[in-house]
């Protein structure tokens, strides 16, 4: 008898030292029901399903058998499930208190509101830098597709080239005060990085003015003008989570009036549920 106990130890250690069995999993469409197939797990066992990064993503409990098939029904969920994800059983301590044992999955915000501060190279004269600045509110419609409204405003000054019967210098000082809505799309947004693309389109008001008093449109050869004026904006972003705040740094191209602009911005989401 002791001898088998003996020889029982090294495969208990063995057993004991071996990682969590990690199961591929298939759900519902809503979500509350996901199905495994193995029989290494009963009725009452207590799951966890896990991201490809290790994040606990749901909790739930086995609640049926069908053949090798074992029903899971889901009791708490952080973000989406996906068929990358992988389960695994969890003792009940670390079931009644996940955030101490786990990386929980961070769940992206619904509504957030951000604001972003730039430069924008402006396409008007000779062509010439200004700042842009911009402030907007998002709403979470579905599958990472968000709704947004924008307000911004654009100032710049810079050198304009007339040629006539002689070549005149002048300047054209700008500012654009705007507002615009669209549609934006988050990926990986449950992830520490992410990135956002969005398009927009509205009005803006141009107030300008040329150094010679000369007419505006005329110095610009036409591709602004003071005065309302349709405006189409795209913008591509890299993000990073860091709680609640969402850092990031984007480029953006501005179709304003009759000019093709550019801007790199520094800018911070915030969520609010």
């Known amino acids: 008898m002791l001898s088998l106990i003996r020889a029982a130890i090294p495969l208990v250690v063995l057993f004991m030292a071996c990682p969590a069995l990690a199961y591929k999993v298939k759900c519902n469409k809503a979500q509350n029901l996901c199905e495994v197939d193995t029989t290494r797990l009963t009725i009452g066992d207590?799951?966890?399903?896990?991201?490809?990064?290790?994040?606990?993503?749901?909790?739930g409990e086995v609640k049926n058998l069908k053949g090798r098939i074992r029903v899971v029904e889901i009791k708490k969920k952080y973000g989406p499930i996906l068929r990358s994800h992988n389960l695994e059983m969890i003792k009940d301590e670390?079931?009644?208190?996940?955030?101490?044992?786990?990386?929980v999955l961070k769940k992206g915000a619904e509504q957030s509101v951000g604001g972003s501060l730039g430069l924008v190279s402006l396409g008007v004269g000779e062509g010439f830098l200004g700042f842009q600045l911009d402030g907007f509110m998002e709403w979470l419609w579905q599958n990472g597709i968000?709704?947004?409204?924008?307000?911004?405003?654009?100032?710049?000054k810079g050198n304009a080239t007339i040629t006539e019967e002689a070549i005149n210098e002048d300047t054209i000082s700008m500012s654009v005060i705007g507002a615009l809505g669209g549609v934006?799309?988050?990926?990986?947004?449950?992830?520490?990085?992410?990135?956002?693309?969005?398009?927009?389109?509205?009005?803006?008001?141009?107030?300008?003015?040329?150094?010679?008093?000369?007419?505006?449109?005329?110095?610009?050869?036409?591709?602004?003008?003071?005065?309302?004026?349709?405006?189409?904006?795209?913008?591509?972003?890299?993000?990073?989570?860091?709680?609640?705040?969402?850092?990031?740094i984007s480029g953006s191209f501005?179709?304003?009036?009759?000019?093709?602009?550019?801007?790199?911005s520094l800018g911070v989401l915030m969520g609010l549920k």
């Open 146 to 156: 968000f709704v947004f409204g924008q307000g911004f405003f654009i100032s710049g």
């Open 184 to 248: 934006s799309y988050t990926g990986f947004r449950n992830r520490e990085m992410s990135f956002r693309g969005d398009l927009g389109l509205g009005f803006a008001n141009v107030s300008a003015s040329t150094g010679s008093g000369r007419d505006v449109k005329e110095v610009a050869d036409g591709r602004i003008f003071p005065g309302m004026g349709f405006v189409m904006r795209g913008e591509a972003a890299m993000l990073w989570t860091i709680g609640e705040w969402r850092p990031y």
């Open 254 to 264: 501005i179709r304003l009036q009759n000019s093709n602009n550019y801007g790199v």
């Open 94 to 103: 670390e079931y009644d208190a996940p955030t101490k044992y786990f990386k």
């Open 46 to 59: 207590k799951v966890g399903i896990f991201s490809e990064d290790g994040d606990l993503v749901a909790m």
